[in-house]
């Protein structure tokens, strides 16, 4: 069953989160869906337009609609990730994503009211929620990347004007953490003063934790070991600050990173230890099963794991 953001969000306010997964291939949709019906967690699955671009936005789609009818009990969104207008309007022009997000951060803040409001004008007019994002994270993430000297946490003084004056349905905040492998470089965790405020400021209204992946230093040691050269400091977002921030209001946890370590560590070990072999669908077997393992292990923290069969 799909359904907008807007109503997983209103189902898990406060009680537990949902996980947004970013796919890019087909051995992660089919590893997401299996996992979902299997803990019976309403889940997001995400598109960037990174993605779209490489795999095209129909192929994209088709694989979702696919795993839907594989996997008829699941229930969850659809959603543009990181959208910006030409990717946004493509996709509001079809009938498959049920979730768009504008990522007009990066500009000042009557600019990004701009554009934020005209796409949720549009988007409200099809019955579409729409994620917006006040503040900027640093990390890298397919084609976008922040040095840390440009980040910059939300600024709970502005939340309120910012999602009167937009309309959107949720937003994306600052608080910490960020995109890619090398979210903590300094330690500093999750700004929970920070999450605070903005929840006393916007009481009950959806929160997004972008850049949400653990970042298991095992996959790390696991990568290095069979030819990889990760960093010692990447490090990531421990599953209990996850948990706490469910309190804040936090209803989305934006996960890629852990899925694209895990792909890495698969093949290289694959490929490390059965050198004569080249076929790519026996270490897509492993990845698939894996990818199901690892995003159980989501729905568990996350407290998702059963809540599909409450909504109605």
Same mark, same amino acid.
């Given at each position: 069953?799909?359904?907008?953001? =807007?109503?997983?969000?209103? /189902?898990?306010?406060?009680?537990?989160?949902?996980?947004?997964?970013?796919?890019? #291939?087909?051995?992660?949709?089919?590893?997401? #869906?299996?996992?979902?019906?299997?803990?019976q967690a309403?889940?997001?699955?995400?598109?960037?337009?990174?993605?779209r671009?490489?795999?095209?936005?129909?192929?994209?789609?088709?694989?979702?609609?696919?795993?839907?009818?594989?996997?008829?009990?699941?229930?969850?969104?659809? %959603?543009?990730? %990181?959208?910006?207008?030409?990717?946004?309007? /493509?996709?509001l022009?079809?009938?498959?994503?049920?979730?768009?997000?504008? $990522?007009?951060? %990066?500009?000042?803040?009557?600019?990004?009211?701009?554009?934020?409001?005209?796409?949720?004008?549009?988007? /409200?007019?099809?019955?579409?929620?729409?994620?917006a994002?006040?503040?900027?994270?640093?990390?890298?993430? $397919?084609?976008?990347?922040? $040095?840390?000297? /440009?980040?910059?946490?939300?600024?709970?003084?502005?939340?309120?004007? #910012?999602?009167?004056?937009?309309?959107?349905?949720?937003?994306?905040?600052?608080v910490?953490?960020? %995109?890619g492998?090398?979210?903590?470089?300094?330690?500093?965790?999750?700004?929970?003063?920070?999450?605070?405020?903005?929840?006393?400021?916007?009481?009950?209204?959806?929160?997004?934790?972008?850049?949400?992946?653990?970042?298991?230093?095992?996959?790390?040691?696991?990568?290095?070991?069979?030819?990889?050269?990760?960093?010692?400091?990447?490090?990531?977002?421990?599953?209990?600050?996850?948990?706490?921030?469910?309190?804040?209001?936090?209803?989305?946890?934006?996960?890629?990173?852990?899925?694209?370590?895990?792909?890495?560590?698969?093949?290289?070990?694959? #490929?490390?230890d059965?050198?004569?072999?080249?076929?790519?669908?026996?270490?897509?077997?492993?990845?698939?099963?894996?990818? =199901?393992?690892?995003?159980?292990?989501?729905?568990?923290?996350?407290?998702?794991?059963?809540?599909?069969?409450?909504? =109605?």
């Open positions: 069953m799909k359904l907008t953001a =807007k109503r997983l969000f209103e /189902h898990c306010y406060g009680r537990y989160a949902v996980a947004a997964v970013n796919v890019e #291939f087909m051995e992660q949709v089919l590893g997401l #869906f299996a996992a979902a019906e299997a803990a309403p889940f997001i699955v995400q598109t960037t337009p990174a993605a671009n490489y795999a095209t936005p129909d192929m994209l789609v088709s694989m979702i609609r696919a795993a839907e009818r594989k996997y008829p009990k699941t229930v969850f969104a659809v %959603h543009l990730d %990181h959208g910006n207008e030409e990717h946004i309007d /493509h996709a022009a079809g009938e498959e994503y049920t979730s768009v997000m504008i $990522d007009a951060s %990066h500009d000042d803040f009557a600019q990004n009211v701009s554009r934020t409001r005209k796409v949720v004008e549009k988007a /409200h007019s099809k019955g579409i929620s729409v994620e994002e006040l503040g900027v994270l640093a990390g890298v993430e $397919d084609d976008l990347s922040v $040095d840390e000297e /440009h980040a910059f946490y939300t600024n709970p003084d502005e939340v309120e004007a #910012f999602v009167k004056a937009t309309n959107c349905d949720s937003l994306a905040i600052a910490g953490t960020s %995109h492998a090398y979210k903590f470089s300094g330690g500093q965790g999750i700004q929970f003063h920070i999450l605070e405020e903005i929840q006393n400021r916007l009481p009950e209204f959806p929160l997004v934790l972008h850049g949400g992946s653990a970042v298991n230093y095992a996959e790390i040691e696991r990568i290095n070991a069979a030819g990889g050269e990760l960093k010692a400091s990447a490090k990531g977002v421990d599953p209990a600050e996850v948990k706490r921030a469910i309190r804040y209001g936090v209803c989305k946890v934006n996960i890629a990173t852990d899925l694209r370590l895990l792909w890495t560590r698969v093949n290289r070990e694959f #490929f490390r059965s050198p004569d072999l080249f076929a790519p669908l026996l270490p897509g077997q492993v990845y698939m099963e894996e990818c =199901k393992q690892l995003v159980l292990e989501k729905f568990e923290y996350l407290g998702a794991v059963g809540q599909a069969s409450t909504i =109605k």
